[in-house]
């Protein structure tokens, strides 16, 4: 008769308790195939539990296949082809908690106060009121019709940009709408990225399987000429503000690779304008897409800059002539951002709250550049110092006067608290890059906490001549 003991009180049921050591049993040899398992009623009596305690347990084991049936003639051990082991669980390394420094240079983030909870909560409310049921129907593929539709009319009246709502795909953040294109577009194609540029575009279309070329940038922007010398057939930009380096590209460079795009069928620009609302001198700079009569440009944009980044809303523009191809060929994946979401931020633009929110974030942030700035001129580095493309962007460059290798001020900054990222870091090649260039990520600093950090600079560019010896 089968013998076990009972642990009460433990946080496992006496059934659950029963069901693994008959299974152990099994699993063992103990009990072996073909064996008859006393009765429910007999096993009961003798375990000194109840029927329905055996009962569960037994069907477990039989829902699993340990044990099987037969008609009025009880419970067999079922034959195993191999003897089973539950395998162990996988030695899992704890994440590695991301390291908290006095000052950081490289990440852009938002200040608490400069998020509007207030009429956010308030929008949220009245998207639950007034939407009431639709929120839990899905949106279309390409997004809810009220926050394209606000979207479009946002682009018309501030970018001057007419564009059909129907043009206008949603999605949960710029990587998500990469990775679309490459699909849209075709794997068959050459993409093209800047270099330098953001790193983790050229990752995204590598992790697709493309071909990929990193192209020189000159004064203007992305080479034209390197352009035509590749055999590219998309170009992914941002000419607006480039980053890292904060080049505006001129009307002139736009024509040539406008030019370059119409010129062989099947040839794309990306324009992605991931912060143009926050230009501080002129006015803003009209798109490529606007400009584009041979409807080769695809326009991309999002919230995470305007709003903040965890708002993971984008969206793409697509020329009237790939509608139809995107509909055939991804009009089956599901838009990505809830419609709860969508409608809070169609509320949001449209009873005109996203117009107050930019023109009030462009003046913070036009106040927090200045003040940054002021700080790093005239403290501790003032006069081994120099500011560059600070007039649109939540960055701007600061030139160090220094010999140090940029390896080796990075991490002798981080080892006194500050995160730096180098404008070298940003090339493919560091060989090509300019030295001694620091890439000023500033909407999330704070002031003393920058005069701290700019001491620590200061003291490790004294130091200098002992490092370099």
Known sequence: MLT??????????????????????????????????????MLATHLEVSVITVKNAYEQLMAEGYIYSVEKKGYYVSRLEQPLRETPAPVVQPVEKPKTYLLDLVTNSIS???????????MMRQTILEQDKNLLVPPPYNGSELLRRAIAQDLQQFRGMTV??????????????????????????????????????????????????RLPLDDGGLSAEALRRS????????????????????????????????EKEGRYILEDE??????????????????????RVIYMNTFSKT????????????????????????????????????????????????????????????????????????????GRVEIMEQDAGLHFLMRLDTHLPDGVLKEQAAVRGVRLAMLSDYYSCAADAPLHVVV?????????????????????????????N
């Open 112 to 122: 608490a106060e400069y998020f509007p909870f207030t009429v956010w909560a308030r």
């Open 231 to 262: 055999d590219a057939d998309v170009v992914h930009i941002s000419p607006s503000h480039h980053y890292p380096t904060g080049i505006v590209m001129p009307i002139t460079r736009r024509q040539e690779l406008l030019r370059w795009a119409g």
């Open 440 to 468: 000023v990520n500033y909407s999330g600093i704070e002031p003393e906490h920058l005069r701290q950090g700019m001491e620590q600079l200061a003291e490790i560019l004294e130091e200098e001549p002992c490092m370099t």
């Open 307 to 382: 709003i903040a980044p965890s708002i993971r809303i984008s969206y793409m523009i697509l020329p009237p002539h790939l509608l139809s191809a995107y509909r055939e060929k991804l009009g089956f994946y599901a838009c990505t951002v809830s419609s709860f979401e969508q409608h809070t931020l169609a509320a949001f633009m449209s009873q005109g709250r996203y117009e107050q929110h930019i023109n009030r974030m462009r003046n913070r942030y036009r106040q927090k550049r200045d003040t940054v700035i002021d700080i790093i001129c005239n403290g501790p580095l003032a």
């Open 274 to 295: 991931y912060d143009s609302e926050f230009r501080f001198v002129g006015r803003p700079i009209p798109t490529m897409f606007s400009s584009d009569e041979n409807q």
């Open 4 to 41: 076990y003991a009972f642990e009460k009180g433990g946080g496992v049921s006496l059934y659950e308790q029963l069901y693994r050591h008959i299974r152990e049993d099994i699993l063992t040899g103990r009990l072996c195939a073909g064996e008859k398992l006393p009765s429910k009623r």
């Open 164 to 213: 059909d709502p129907e043009q206008i795909i949603v999605g949960a953040g710029g990587e998500v709408l990469y990775h679309l294109l490459v699909q849209l577009l075709g794997r068959e194609r050459c993409y093209a990225v800047e270099d330098p540029g953001y790193s983790k575009i050229g990752k995204i279309y590598e992790s697709d399987g493309v071909r990929l070329r």
